[in-house]
């Protein structure tokens, strides 16, 4: 018996590979058989000269250990493809793939820009944080206005001539447009914006908006109200009637809130019009002469109009929903209701 022969056959053990079960008996046959080679090996130790049989001894037990092993753990990566072939089920249908939906906010402003934009009107987008330049000054808000008051607005540095705060409205998209731009300009402008308010079903400290401005030579309100009509008719259906009352804001003059006829009960009263049977949807107006000459445009020469809007109160009149909560909340319950809705 040879050291040799043993260790030859331990590393072709090792390295063997099996590439189906039948190589895994195969191997068992030629090493643990009737004529295998470890089988053999054992014959042979019986002849073995007594003073070496205690070490001989050992590194055939090694070794027949070592075979076992590895064809008890080939046998077994078999057995596991083995399993899950017969478990799966080839033929079975797929999982379906669970497509997501559009948040609800998302899809008005996406038919508000789109309804706009074929009016002719661009998409401006502006900074969230801003100055108390773009939120307050260059729309004629006086000093002492309450609308800058830390209750009503989220400072980031209130302190100095020019704060950084979270503007409140998307009115501050206007006068960067009126910088970058010269008239004509045509642009709505959605965005987030941020209050300082106690939130409930009817009030949230972030909501959206979208604000309109319209610069040109010769634009009037009678612009600005057919921009509207137009624009609710698409919005709510070709019934939808408006009425203007007049309004007070800094930056425009004259101001108005606009209304829509309730598309629940048809103008006839009901409890979501509080009987009255209109529904207040935006703000609007003509721009104050001083809030174009800030922005550097000449107010004798040109007019315009601008309209003010909140994303989630034309949503929420659109499908009746009655908490505003709702939307911020994402509990998939609630958007997947917006599922068939493109
Ligand atoms: N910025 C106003 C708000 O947040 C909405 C608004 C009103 C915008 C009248 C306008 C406007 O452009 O003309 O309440």
Redesign the pocket.
Same mark, same amino acid.
């Given at each position: 018996m040879d050291r040799k022969d043993i260790d030859n056959l331990l590393d072709k053990i090792e390295q063997f590979r099996a590439e189906k079960l039948q190589d895994v008996e195969e191997l068992r046959v030629k090493l643990l058989g009737k004529k295998g080679e470890i089988t053999r090996l054992f014959e042979e130790f019986r002849s073995v000269a007594p003073e070496m049989k205690r070490e001989f001894g050992k590194v055939l037990n090694e070794l027949k250990t070592k075979a076992a092993e590895k064809i008890e753990s080939l046998r077994e990566s078999f057995e596991d493809i083995l399993d899950t072939d017969t478990k799966t089920d080839f033929t079975k249908p797929g999982d379906a793939f669970e497509l997501g939906t559009r948040h609800p906010i998302s899809l008005v402003r996406e038919e508000i820009l789109d309804i706009f934009g074929r009016f002719g009107f661009a998409v401006a987008e502006g900074p969230e944080i801003e100055d108390d330049w773009h939120v307050f000054s260059a729309l004629n808000f006086p000093p002492e206005h309450p609308a800058r008051d830390m209750q009503d607005t989220f400072f980031i540095n209130p302190a100095g001539d020019d704060p950084i705060l979270l503007r409140?409205?998307t009115?501050s998209v206007?006068v960067r447009t009126m910088e970058r731009q010269k008239p004509p300009i045509r642009v709505v402008c959605p965005g987030r914006v941020f209050r300082n308010e106690a939130i409930s079903a009817r009030a949230h400290c972030i909501f959206h908006?979208v604000?309109g401005l319209y610069i040109d030579e010769g634009v009037s309100f009678a612009d600005l109200k057919q921009a509207i009509l137009l624009f609710v008719q698409e919005m709510f259906g070709p019934q939808t009637q408006i009425r203007m009352r007049p309004s007070y804001?800094p =930056?425009?003059e004259p101001?108005t809130e606009v209304d829509i006829s309730c598309n629940i009960c048809g103008g006839k009263g009901c409890n979501i019009c509080k009987g009255t049977g209109w529904l207040e949807i935006m703000?609007?107006?003509m721009v104050d002469p001083n809030v174009l000459e800030a922005s550097g445009i000449d107010s004798t020469k040109y007019t315009g109009f601008? =309209?003010?809007m909140g994303i989630e109160r034309i949503a929420m009149l659109k499908w009746m929903v009655n908490d505003l909560r709702h939307y911020f909340e994402n509990d998939a319950r609630f958007l997947k209701e917006f599922r068939s809705v493109l």
């Open positions: 409140t409205h009115s206007q908006q604000e804001f =930056f425009t101001s703000g609007a107006g601008a =309209f003010g």
